[in-house]
T-cell receptor, first 113, second 113 residues
Framework: DGGITQSPKYLFRKEGQNVTLSCEQN?????MYWYRQDPGQGLRLIYY???????QKGDIAEGYSVSREKKESFPLTVTSAQKNPTAFYLC????????????FGPGTRLTVT | GESVGLHLPTLSVQEGDNSIINCAYS??????FIWYKQESGKGPQFIID?????DKRQGQRVTVLLNKTVKHLSLQIAATQPGDSAVYFC????????????FGKGTSLLVTP
């Protein structure tokens, strides 16, 4: 999975609870991304970060928050404000400074009941 | 944003045959294109990419063709193997709009013996 780790692989939470998904990379990449994938669908961008301490909203940022305090780490918090949080969450990274291929982690499957 | 779509949701081919997966895009300013392979429950795996200053690029058993006139992208897989069975996504980027990739919904490739 290209030096990107996501944990845990499966996560279960009760409705109304915030939950944080971990993403770590050892590729020395500047840029990191979070995507959401629903069954039979493509990937939709939640947030991305081109550099430490900076991040931008993607297409579906509502109900999510991120931080980028270290180059290697880009955790995603799914808040209770996210209306339909059950999904497969994918983290990716790429060399910054231009458009390059993104390398993906193995994903975290979040189930909220 | 601009849409990225695939012509066929599923494709079934016999082992040893060549596979062609198609993708249409609508943003004429898109200048970077990429193909990913995703196996069930895993993160997408980079296959090949191409920039808009090229119309063909070859990798190991794969070829990507880009027709900017009709805004069409295709992935050709030679001598398809059972291990090629997966969902294939195309994605595009308009570098003037930022570094995020826009993904299509995916095509499921099934290789039968």
């Amino acid at each position: 999975d290209g030096g990107i780790t996501q944990s845990p692989k499966y996560l279960f939470r009760k409705e109304g609870q915030n939950v944080t998904l971990s993403c770590e990379q050892n590729l020395n990449h500047d840029a990191m991304y979070w995507y959401r994938q629903d069954p039979g669908q493509g990937l939709r961008l939640i947030y991305y970060s081109q550099i430490v301490n900076d991040f931008q909203k993607g297409d579906i940022a509502e109900g999510y928050s991120v931080s980028r305090e270290k180059k290697e780490s880009f955790p995603l918090t799914v808040t209770s404000a996210q209306k339909n949080p059950t999904a497969f969450y994918l983290c990716a990274s790429s060399i910054s400074g231009g458009v390059y291929e993104q390398y993906f982690g193995p994903g975290t499957r979040l189930t909220v009941t | 944003g601009e849409s990225v779509g695939l012509h066929l949701p599923t494709l079934s081919v016999q082992e040893g045959d060549n596979s062609i997966i198609n993708c249409a895009y609508s943003n004429s300013a898109s200048d970077y294109f990429i193909w990913y392979k995703q196996e069930s429950g895993k993160g997408p795996q980079f296959i090949i990419d191409i920039r808009s200053n090229m119309d063909k690029r070859q990798g190991q058993r794969v070829t990507v063709l880009l027709n900017k006139t009709v805004k069409h992208l295709s992935l050709q897989i030679a001598a398809t193997q059972p291990g090629d069975s997966a969902v294939y996504f195309c994605a595009e980027n308009d570098s003037n709009s930022g570094y995020a990739l826009n993904f299509g919904k995916g095509t499921s490739l099934l290789v039968t013996p």
